[in-house]
């Protein structure tokens, strides 16, 4: 329904005459009929919406998929639905642009799931060889409005009966919407809700605001704890990550040579993505030397060169769109300095601390307590932290000095988002207990930029992390990444194994 589509140009032109129309829609073999069985991933997303409905009784809650993003010109950013979407149907990488799924409140209690998209046009019409956007021609066919009903298990309806399945009861139903997924179906809920005319126009804006928030807010804290199914998608993830960061390492030698190394690694691990699964899960942080001082380094314009560091932040999304977030920090030669090995072992020391508070009863702030301390110590026993400060008075609120050297946390959730459950409140997230089926990353890093005055000649330019994904399980945690060496020992000979090839 919603056509967000780009300037057309006008030097472009399709055959229109009335025989090409006829002679076009003419010779294809029948579509296959065949239903497609229900999908693994719509029988995890079935308990997900009761337990939505649950929360929001007799209201109707829209949740759009968002629609095609214009990237230059006539040309799109590869789709991605809105995690919140992914969550409640099951739908991963390319599907569904445009689609809305609708919780529909039923008066018997509960909701009525409702898909609403567009369906595969017949080959009678101008979309099916004349839209570049949508056409199957042009961008392959969609699933009929059966064939998604199959594989979903829930109800599905053509996307232009949605302005009247959310009017037709208007002023009678609440409805929520999630809005930062797709700005034209916000819309239309708004125009729905302005029919009712109860409050005057600021208040109603300012109580849409609340309600469409405290939607959004639900659903990102909903994603909290994974269920069975998106542990597995987890493991996955981590297991293609794993493989992707051996072979950027086998490919080191060649990115030493070309120069721009950066961008090699970025390539070569985007490959390995992009094969295995939807893609990267965030842009890839390729930083060789003094880059890796810079936390969201993704320019990777960087040479790599023997004797410095390169720290890859880089995570593999699958096609159910769920997120590995690994990084490791090598030694490009093979063999960290004596200086790299300091720092490395410093965050390592931190890392190990961060890991051992993963367990159910700590508070996810738990972890990064104790990673940070660590910090704090080496900092301090290095000759780090201002003259005559502590180790507990730079830990307290008003000190913190050591932050300089580490200026972001330790940990955030994931899972559909790298940065996952950002909506949720304090008190679920940061405040919350760890309980079994939560992710979460571990990342300590130690940062000492080139021109850092306040560190010791020998450790400027450094930039150490590591980062492994964590779930936390019945009695502790399981390491979804550990198939990755994190000792400097283990590093290196891992290294050595795969360099020897
Ligand atoms: N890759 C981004 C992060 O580690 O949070
Ligand atoms: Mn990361
Ligand atoms: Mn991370």
């Known amino acids: 329904m919603s056509e967000k589509q780009p ?32 999908c693994e991933a719509a029988r995890y997303a079935a308990p997900r919406r009761a337990a939505l409905s649950e929360a929001f009784p007799g209201q109707r809650l829209v949740i759009p998929a968002g629609g095609l993003k214009v990237r ?43 898909l609403y998209f567009r369906p595969l046009a017949p080959r009678e019409s101008e979309e099916f060889f004349a839209d570049s956007r949508y056409g199957e021609f042009w961008v392959g066919a969609r699933p009929t409005l ?7 298990g829930l109800q599905t309806r053509h996307i232009e009966q949605l302005p009247d399945a959310l009017a037709k009861d208007a002023g009678l139903v609440e409805l929520r919407v999630i809005r930062d997924a797709d700005a034209e179906i916000a819309a239309l809920v708004d125009q729905v809700r302005s029919t009712s ?10 109580q849409n605001a ?42 080191l030698p060649e990115a030493v040579r070309r120069g721009r190394g950066e961008r090699w690694v970025e390539g070569t691990f985007g490959l390995h993505a992009r094969h295995h699964g939807n893609g990267v899960g965030y842009d890839s942080i390729c930083a060789s030397g003094d880059h890796a001082n810079t936390l969201h380094w993704i320019k990777n314009t960087g040479d790599l060169r023997d004797g410095d560091l390169l720290l890859l932040d880089a995570g593999i999304e699958v096609d159910s769109l769920f997120t590995a977030d690994v990084t490791r920090t090598l030694p490009i030669s093979g063999r960290f300095t004596p200086a790299q090995r300091k720092i490395y072992d410093a965050v390592y020391a ?24 660590v910090i704090a110590e080496h900092l301090f026993t290095w000759g780090l932290l201002p003259e005559g400060v502590s180790v507990e008075e730079s830990l307290d609120p008003e000190g913190q000095y050591h932050r300089r050297w580490m200026v972001h946390g330790t940990s955030h959730h994931l899972g559909l988002d790298v940065h996952d459950c950002q909506l949720a409140l304090r008190e679920d997230y940061m405040e919350g207990e760890l309980r079994p089926g939560m992710v979460l990353t571990v990342e300590p890093g130690l940062y000492f930029k080139a021109d850092d005055e306040l560190a010791p000649e020998e450790f400027r330019g ?23 060496p994190r000792t400097a020992d283990d590093v290196e000979a891992w290294m050595a194994r795969i360099l020897a090839g």
């Not at 931190?350 to 301390?373: L, S, Y």
């Open 197 to 206: 005319g109860a409050l005057t126009s600021h208040e109603q804006v300012e």
């Open 210 to 251: 609340l309600a469409d928030a405290e939607l959004a807010r639900h659903t990102s804290t909903m994603r909290l704890l994974k269920d069975e199914w998106e542990a597995d998608q987890m493991r996955d993830a981590c297991a293609g990550t794993a493989r992707a960061f051996e072979a950027v390492v086998a490919d």
């Open 7 to 38: 300037a057309k140009a006008s030097h472009r032109s399709s055959p229109n005459s009335d025989a090409f129309r006829s002679f076009i829609a003419q010779g294809w073999a029948p579509r296959d009929q065949t239903r497609p069985r229900l």
């Open 72 to 114: 230059s010109n006539d040309c799109d950013y590869v789709f991605r639905p809105h995690s919140a979407f992914a969550h409640l149907t099951g739908l991963g990488s390319d599907r569904e642009p445009d689609a809305v799924l609708v919780l529909d409140p039923l008066e018997e209690g509960g909701h009525e799931a409702v």
């Open 146 to 152: 059966e064939s998604m009903q199959a594989e979903l």
């Open 350 to 373: 931190a890392q190990c601390a961060g890991i051992e508070a993963c367990r159910p009863g700590n508070t996810f702030k738990d972890v990064h307590a104790a990673a940070i301390r």
């Open 462 to 484: 450094i930039g150490v992390r590591i980062e492994d994904d964590i779930l936390i399980t019945q009695d502790g945690h399981e390491n979804l990444s550990a198939m990755l």
